[in-house]
């Protein structure tokens, strides 16, 4: 969730909070270009997955029980390379990283995504709804930040408080086989809502100009928290 490295001022001279407006704005419009693309490239990545039978199989077979904690694990692994990758000074490397981060989030999305299908009886409806709605309180929350020029850095401690009894909580129910049902989600999507106000801020005050594909990697993983229980919430419903 903290994407920032020591000694910003050293490593990344040109912090985008001292640029003149015309060079924040082009920092601005590569972050969220590089948004759209991982985007683009998880539909991509997602449609490929669901067509291969193994590929689902497999990912369905390990959604209970200790399997499953261990996917989230591996995710979490991955995920934290894919974004060391992504900060690199490398800029082949960043892209390296942002595209493995894509793929991995594709590959953990293939057991909610098969069964919202299902839900839906093969159709898009439903997750179609659900991006819909997560666009528009992406773009809300975007807009906040930018709107009020509010830094929400001090979010830090309680995101990451409330983190770790998310997860715990998803141990728990996993292990011991319950649902944890609307509310959960419900409080998972004020989660990622406070993931992506954070992550706005850093954007706006802790990242380096030559830092947009990290950035981007940040937004987008939040933008994909919002989408999984925004999600989860529509087919609660069925």
């Known amino acids: 969730m903290d994407n920032q490295f020591n000694s910003f001022d050293t490593q990344y001279p040109n912090l985008v909070s001292n640029l003149d407006e015309t060079a924040k704005a082009v920092f601005y419009r590569k972050t969220y270009m590089h948004v759209a693309l991982a985007v683009l490239a998880f539909i991509g990545v997602e449609a490929l997955l669901l067509k291969i039978p193994f590929v689902v199989e497999t990912m369905m077979s390990l959604t209970s029980g200790f399997l499953w904690i261990a996917i989230l694990v591996a995710f979490g692994v991955g995920s934290a390379f894919a974004n060391k990758m992504a900060h690199s000074m490398s800029r082949t490397t960043q892209y390296l990283g942002l595209g493995l981060?894509?793929?991995?989030?594709?590959?953990?999305?293939?057991?909610?995504?098969?069964?919202?299908?299902?839900?839906?009886?093969?159709?898009?409806?439903?997750?179609?709804?659900?991006?819909?709605?997560?666009?528009?309180?992406?773009?809300?929350?975007?807009?906040?930040?930018f709107i009020t020029n509010t830094n929400f850095s001090f979010l830090k401690t309680g995101l990451t408080i409330f983190f770790f009894i998310a997860l715990a909580m998803i141990i728990a129910g996993a292990i011991f086989g319950f649902e944890l049902g609307l509310w959960f989600s419900a409080l998972m999507v004020v989660f990622a809502g406070g993931t992506i106000l954070y992550q706005t801020s850093q954007l706006k005050y802790e990242y380096d100009s030559s830092q947009y594909v990290g950035a981007a990697l940040g937004l987008f993983s939040s933008l994909m928290l919002l989408f999984w229980y925004i999600l989860r919430i529509f087919m609660s419903r069925d």
């Open 101 to 145: 981060y894509v793929i991995f989030e594709a590959i953990i999305f293939v057991p909610i995504i098969y069964i919202a299908l299902y839900y839906s009886g093969g159709g898009l409806e439903m997750i179609s709804q659900a991006g819909i709605i997560t666009v528009g309180l992406f773009a809300g929350l975007t807009a906040v930040v």
